[in-house]
């Protein structure tokens, strides 16, 4: 990089990439095996309903995560409703105020409210302290939602609501093939909800699942998800259209294919972003050694006086260069946004934990479609900025 601030598209400069460089695509099959797999399920003339391809990739998500029962769904908010109605949860539900919006979402779906606790400043991750704060008569159920790989700590959640009386589940949107006691992630509380977003590390046109070992629960999800695939019968009060589709089992099948080969290259790609990021003010989100997990998401945050920007300005920065930063799936944070702000005590509440790692994150590109290459030239930009910092902030103001 030139070491004149011109250099920057913000300033002036042609922008360093000609095209964007995106952080969402983030794992397309190719298009000899996607052909391949939807030649057969047009063969099959089966393409909902349970179809073969969907209970293939059942059978290997419970063998893979060693669970009894996975129950696929055709995105995860679905599989989140289905499964609180399952659980039979009533009035209020403790939720982390860093969370996705369709973790929230789908409590409101189900006519139930949440109670936001602020997360550890560490782990981003709901925690004993923060949980026990925000108890109270009304609260029937407490959500942990997994974060960049790593896993909450079940063991004190587990003893949090024994002591209580309250179901325990996680929205393991960014865990799948993770573990926690060198368990995987999916065998956890009463159920876990994984999403599989083009975003996750399986893909399958955004649907979802849900993993459980508890047979009553599995038997009544299944009924509630649609009649086709239901196996024994149970009652339930209502159902959704949350049937699983062929083409999107055809996509989580050749997911699961290169599965292993992607969290290897993940990997090497942190690795490189770590040993080039090496810079005051920098930090990233690290993975317990003894534990598995995916690295399917480079996540810094941005310390304002030692790198010498905000995260908000190093964003701006980058994106003038084409490289599209996720500025954190949290912001704005979803106890202020609509439908979650009807409840309006919580506008006035500062959960500063929640706010400070909002304001300060950033997730960097990492997917499939990014090479090696071009993760040395985003650093080089970063690090460019850094060096230049000062002066930058003096043209920004």
């Given at each position: 990089m030139n070491d004149h601030l011109k250099s920057l598209a913000y300033f002036g400069s042609m922008p360093y990439f000609s095209n964007l460089i995106r952080n969402d695509c983030r794992n397309i099959a190719d298009w000899k095996s996607f052909k391949k797999l939807?030649?057969?399920?047009?063969?099959?003339?089966w393409y909902t309903n349970?179809?073969?391809?969907?209970q293939e990739l059942e059978k290997r998500l419970e063998s893979l995560l060693k669970v009894k029962h996975v129950i696929c769904v055709t995105n995860e908010t679905i599989g989140l409703s289905l499964a609180m109605k399952a659980l039979g949860l009533q009035k209020k539900v403790i939720v982390p105020a860093l969370s996705f919006a369709g973790t929230v979402q789908s409590l409101i779906w189900s006519n139930l409210e949440p109670v936001f606790c602020d997360v550890d400043i560490h782990t981003h991750m709901i925690n004993?302290?923060?949980?026990k704060s925000a108890m109270n008569n009304n609260v029937t159920g407490v959500i942990g939602v997994h974060m960049w790989g790593n896993s909450c700590d079940n063991s004190i959640l587990k003893k949090i609501s024994n002591d209580y009386d309250i179901k325990l589940f996680y929205d393991a949107t960014h865990a799948f093939g993770c573990t926690f006691n060198q368990k995987f992630i999916g065998n956890l509380g009463e159920l876990e909800v994984f999403s599989f977003h083009e975003s996750t590390i399986i893909n399958s046109f955004g649907g979802g699942a849900i993993s459980t070992n508890n047979d009553k629960l599995a038997?009544?999800?299944?009924n509630s998800r649609s009649s086709y695939g239901r196996g024994k019968l149970e009652p339930v009060s209502l159902t959704g259209n949350g049937r699983f589709s062929e083409a999107q089992a055809a996509l989580a099948i050749l997911s699961l294919d290169n599965y292993e080969q992607r969290i290897k290259q993940n990997l090497q790609k942190e690795k490189l972003y770590k040993s080039l990021l090496n810079i005051p003010g920098i930090s990233f989100i690290n993975h317990p050694e003894d534990e598995k997990t995916n690295y399917q998401y480079v996540a810094i945050q941005i310390d304002e006086e030692k790198f010498g920007l905000s995260k908000k300005e190093l964003a701006v920065l980058l994106k003038a260069e084409n490289i599209i930063v996720n500025k954190s799936p949290f912001f704005p944070l979803v106890y202020l946004t609509h439908p979650a702000n009807v409840h309006q005590q919580y506008i006035s509440t500062k959960f500063e934990n929640a706010i400070s790692i909002s304001n300060s994150l950033i997730q960097l590109p990492s997917s499939e479609a990014i090479s090696f290459d071009t993760i040395k030239k985003i650093c080089e930009i970063i690090?460019?900025?850094?060096?230049n910092s000062t002066q930058i902030k003096k043209k920004l103001r």
């Open positions: 939807f030649n057969k399920l047009f063969q099959n003339g349970h179809g073969p391809l969907a004993e302290s923060q949980i038997a009544y999800i299944r690090i460019f900025i850094y060096e």
